[in-house]
């Protein structure tokens, strides 16, 4: 025995919008009391008054030359992860590494960039942040551009 699971639910004009003169007792209403739960008083106004409604999944739209954000969520899971890494130099002070650091990498906190650039002060490198190969590029030749040594590495090699 198979049964159907129906995926579109028809909705009558009367069905949407309750009888507000009815009886105590009559059966002609939606729901009676509080309704537990709010998707369905706001899926049945959702329909145009006078009409009957069919419930679907909302179709995305996407303009030509634009990704959706499905396609950069799975673009960015699909990219393999590399790292940046900061090497110690001996020119630049330890604040103006912090500060660099906290000006070149979005979301960089004070404590982050002082650990990292402790880090690469006394191992001799550090990993800044694991990203994609396009963001990695971007960051360490951002952190070029200000004085610092950097390289990039694929994450999945090495430790």
């Known amino acids: 025995m198979e049964a159907a699971v129906p995926s579109r639910v028809a909705l009558s004009a009367a069905s949407r919008f309750p009888n507000r003169h009815a009886v105590a007792g ?3 209403t939606i729901y009676k009391g509080r309704c537990q739960s709010l998707a369905i008083p706001m899926a049945l106004s959702a329909a145009a008054p006078g009409k009957g409604g069919v419930l679907d999944r909302p179709v995305e739209k996407t303009t030509p030359g634009r990704q959706s954000e499905f396609d950069v969520k799975k673009k960015r899971k699909m990219t393999p992860p ?3 890494i900061l090497h110690n130099d001996n020119y630049n002070r330890r604040e103006y590494v912090v500060k660099v650091l906290m000006k070149v990498i979005p979301g960089m906190t ?3 960039a002082v650990n990292i650039m402790q880090e690469a002060h006394v191992n001799g490198l550090s990993v800044v942040i694991v990203c994609s190969q ?3 590029e971007e960051h ?7 004085g610092l040594r950097s390289s990039i590495e694929p994450a999945s090699g090495g430790c």
Do not use: H
Request: with cysteine.
């Open 134 to 136: 396009s963001e990695a």
């Open 82 to 84: 590399y790292r940046v």
């Open 110 to 112: 004070v404590d982050n």
């Open 140 to 146: 360490c030749t951002s952190l070029r551009g200000n």
């Open 26 to 28: 009559d059966r002609s």
